[in-house]
């Protein structure tokens, strides 16, 4: 069932109203949270145009807001270290050697395309993490880069959509799987993009110089209703692609994609909903508060310093000099008396200084401050940091667990694809030809984290029962050792390559119990 562009463009302005009810909501967070990505006025980024002066009174939570951003991109997707590892799904391969070692051999093909191009990605994903972080919702985009003459493989294009330009729908699952991208390009760049397609109009716009003329196109990226599976062309294609000029509603250019391109991650979601909620939208009442009173602060301020004066008419207020050093001449009546006394208000500054520092603390608590300022520099004991650690990882599971499932496990999965139908990934051993598929384990600071309440568990049993197993040793065969001491260190992020295998460990016991055996010469 092929899609008409009039069908599309009419889904394309039922996803508009749909996304309606939350664009006022996100003005107003982006008129206090983050300046710099208001661009939901015209509904799309703008082209170089530059941010209007917001009327900020605090910058608290715009702040916050960036910390924790940033502390999400340095404890998840951290370039100085290894965040992620794959392994196969199949429990009877976990300890095949030539298994492991292919898998390591991914993970570095993976890491490369991650790097290259300058960390064309983690140039990226900051701005993705900003919107996650303000908005609720943040949208990537991933795709492979090839020569625009000869088609020739270039590597990978990363980009951070921004959400002003994005549209989405969701499957019954409740899974995004249908975006529209609405965005501006220059008449120039339209013909860059799509060298070999017609383009009679882009054409005639360059004869005439107009080069720079911005045209607003869409990018509409659906399921196809049509899918073959194995079958050439777009047919054989999961999804639908479309670029249509909405100047003259007319195709620019048609394809698909094997998985969605488009990574679309919401920070929590309601019954319903299409766009996810965000901290900001938690704290929003008291950042309309702060803003308000900082404002209030500021003007009491200035009266204080430049207080209003008293006067016994108009006529007096004529050539009266306020300027330091200056000599008021008449200043004073026959009795002595001032004929101008500034107007003292007695306000109390220091109590709306308390007040506001409440309502900033309250702010910087709905952004986890808390929780980013622990993980950098912990002042406390191990056993009590482990134990606050333990506390927030609960309090964040929620969220970060649906960043992982629905932006990192989608982008690590269509990398891989890319990488493999592009031959950038080594053949596999006959055991993942038979049987392929992978899972993915985190190993970033933050998933490591959250995984050492296990490893905390093991320890502490271990801590209580040794005075038993002092006059019971018994009392330790409920442990198996081995997995425990494995758990242990997995949890705490100890390299893959450093742990042996099963069957390493086993062979390495024969050995020493042989040598132990040996007769003596």
């Known amino acids: 069932m092929k899609t008409s562009i009039k069908s599309t463009l009419d889904r394309f302005e039922a996803m508009k109203a749909a996304r309606n009810p939350w664009e006022a909501r996100w003005r107003e967070i982006a008129r206090y949270v983050a300046p710099t990505r208001d661009d939901f006025q015209t509904g799309a980024a703008s082209m170089g145009r530059p941010p209007e002066e917001p009327k900020l009174f605090d910058a608290t939570a715009g702040i916050a807001a960036e910390s924790l951003a940033s502390g999400i991109y340095g404890l998840m997707t951290n370039p100085a270290s290894p965040?992620?590892?794959?392994?196969?799904?199949?429990?009877?391969?976990?300890?095949?050697?030539?298994?492991?070692?292919?898998?390591?051999?991914?993970?570095?093909?993976?890491?490369?395309?991650?790097?290259?191009?300058?960390?064309?990605?983690?140039?990226?994903?900051?701005?993705?993490?900003?919107?996650?972080?303000?908005?609720?919702?943040?949208?990537?985009?991933?795709?492979?880069?090839?020569?625009?003459?000869?088609?020739?493989?270039?590597?990978?294009?990363?980009?951070?959509?921004?959400?002003?330009?994005?549209?989405?729908?969701?499957?019954?699952?409740?899974?995004?799987?249908?975006?529209y991208r609405r965005f501006t390009l220059t008449a120039r760049q339209v013909r860059q993009s799509w060298p070999q397609a017609e383009l009679p109009k882009i054409d005639k716009a360059l004869e005439q110089g107009q080069g720079d003329q911005a045209i607003s196109l869409l990018h509409a990226v659906e399921p196809n209703l049509d899918y073959q599976p194995n079958k050439a062309g777009a047919a054989g294609k999961a999804f639908t692609s479309r670029y249509i000029n909405l100047q003259d509603d007319s195709l620019i250019a048609a394809g698909g994609y094997q998985e969605l391109p488009y990574q679309v991650a919401r920070w929590t979601v309601s019954r319903g909903s299409l766009y996810g909620a965000s901290q900001a939208m938690l704290a929003l009442p008291d950042i309309r508060t702060i803003n308000a009173m900082a404002k209030t602060s500021l003007l009491a301020a200035q009266k204080s310093v430049d207080p209003p004066i008293l006067v016994p008419n108009e006529v007096g207020m004529q050539g009266l000099k306020i300027h330091p050093g200056a000599v008021i001449v008449g200043g004073l009546d026959a009795s002595g008396r001032r004929m101008y006394e500034p107007i003292t208000l007695g306000?109390?500054?220091?109590?709306?200084?308390?007040?506001?520092?409440?309502?900033?603390?309250?702010?910087?608590?709905?952004?986890?401050?808390?929780?980013?300022?622990?993980?950098?520099?912990?002042?406390?004991?191990?056993?009590?940091?482990?134990?606050?650690?333990?506390?927030?990882?609960?309090?964040?599971?929620?969220?970060?667990?649906?960043?992982?499932?629905?932006?990192?496990?989608?982008?690590?999965?269509?990398?891989y694809a890319l990488l493999a139908r592009a031959g950038q990934i080594p053949t596999p051993p006959p055991a993942i030809a038979s049987r392929p598929g992978f899972k993915i384990s985190y190993q970033s600071p933050l998933a490591r984290a959250q995984r050492t309440t296990e490893a905390n568990a093991i320890m502490r049993s271990y801590q209580a029962l040794a005075p038993l197993a002092e006059s019971a040793p018994q009392v330790m065969q409920h442990f198996d050792i081995d997995k425990a001491a494995r758990s242990v260190a997995e949890a705490f992020g100890v390299p893959d390559g450093v742990l042996k295998s099963a069957d390493e460990v086993a062979s390495s016991r024969e050995q020493q119990q042989g040598a132990q055996h040996a007769p003596t010469p």
């Not at 050697?97 to 960390?119: C, T």
């Not at 493989?153 to 959509?161: D, I, S, T, V």
């Not at 608590?365 to 940091?385: G, N, R, V």
Request: charged share 25%; aromatic share 12%.
């Open 83 to 179: 965040w992620f590892s794959l392994s196969t799904q199949h429990a009877d391969l976990e300890q095949d050697a030539q298994v492991r070692a292919w898998f390591r051999e991914v993970e570095a093909a993976i890491r490369h395309a991650l790097s290259a191009g300058g960390n064309r990605f983690y140039s990226q994903v900051p701005d993705f993490f900003r919107d996650l972080a303000a908005f609720g919702t943040g949208v990537f985009y991933v795709d492979q880069r090839r020569n625009r003459q000869t088609g020739a493989w270039e590597g990978l294009n990363f980009f951070a959509r921004p959400l002003s330009e994005v549209f989405v729908d969701q499957d019954a699952n409740g899974e995004v799987d249908t975006v």
């Open 347 to 415: 306000s109390d500054v220091k109590i709306s200084l308390e007040m506001e520092n409440q309502r900033r603390g309250a702010i910087k608590e709905a952004f986890h401050a808390s929780l980013l300022m622990m993980m950098d520099a912990p002042k406390m004991t191990a056993t009590e940091f482990l134990g606050r650690q333990d506390e927030n990882m609960r309090l964040l599971a929620p969220y970060l667990g649906r960043v992982q499932n629905e932006f990192l496990d989608p982008l690590l999965r269509r990398v």
